[in-house]
């Protein structure tokens, strides 16, 4: 899997490091920018969101499809004949993705960042609320939060192996690129659904005795929402990677 990697980053560390190319000077255009209306200032705008643009969603996705490519388009039969197990592949792919995923949220952390820096320095108010979320209930929703994220993270490159691989196979392979893209329209729906199904449960569950102890109430609904929804994230996330698995080892037996 360390092997894959570093052909990965080998082959395409030029498109992340301009993807972070972009997020520099995106970010100095979109934070010096006060406010003031002037033909410069809406060349800076324009400027800047158009770097974010390529920089979190064309370049990202030009990845995708290069990995898609390398595995079942172009370069499937020379990725086929490397010395990997299923669970290897998958696994490189899965945290190439991850890897994506991450320099593209730090990139928009580039972009966003100057502006709210300099919007806590002058507004005391979302000051107070930073500081609120370090404390009791807030805490909650700040754990909660968290731990959805991460498992949101796993199942997003899970679903990423899980369709370019099953999406590949024989019922799909007609299809072209349409396959996987089918295929990942079909989870989304079943993610939805269970979602929410899930919130209508939880939800029925809420009991305010009172007033005063409808923060800590709701804080604690939240908590437990989103400990539901990780571990059914983390589930489906090694379902699917599992599934992926099984679908590249039995290309790998029919080659």
């Known amino acids: 899997m360390s092997k894959l990697i570093s052909y990965y980053f080998k082959r395409d560390k030029w498109i992340l490091l301009a993807m972070v190319a972009c997020a520099i000077p995106g970010g100095i255009l979109l934070g010096g920018y006060t406010g003031e209306e002037s033909t410069v200032g809406a060349v800076a705008i324009f400027v800047g969101f158009t770097a974010f643009f390529i920089g979190v969603s064309i370049l990202p996705l030009w990845l995708c499809i ?6 079942y388009g172009t370069y499937g039969s020379f990725f086929a004949a490397l010395p990997l197990t299923g669970k290897e592949a998958m696994g490189g792919r899965g ?14 952390l580039a ?34 939060f968290a731990f959805m994220v991460i498992a949101g993270l796993l199942l997003a490159a899970a679903v990423w192996v899980f369709v370019t691989s099953v999406g590949s196979e024989k019922p799909f392979r007609r299809f072209g690129i349409g396959g996987p893209i089918m295929l990942y329209v079909g989870v989304q729906i079943a993610m939805n659904v269970v979602v929410s199904t899930v919130m209508n449960v939880m939800g029925s569950q809420r009991v305010f005795i009172n007033e005063e102890l409808m923060v800590q109430e ?19 996330a090694v379902v699917l990677f599992l599934r992926s698995v099984h679908s590249h080892d039995k290309k790998l037996s029919v080659s």
């Open 66 to 71: 290069r990995d898609y490519k390398r595995m």
């Open 95 to 108: 945290l190439w993705f991850i890897i994506v995923v991450v320099v593209a949220c730090l990139c928009s």
């Open 218 to 236: 709701v804080a604690g609904l939240f908590f437990r929402t989103s400990l539901v929804l990780s571990g059914l994230m983390l589930i489906a």
């Open 111 to 144: 972009y966003f960042g100057p502006i709210i820096f300099r919007s806590i320095r002058e507004e005391m108010e979302i000051c107070r609320f930073f500081a609120a979320l370090f404390e009791q209930p807030n805490v909650n929703y700040s754990t909660g």
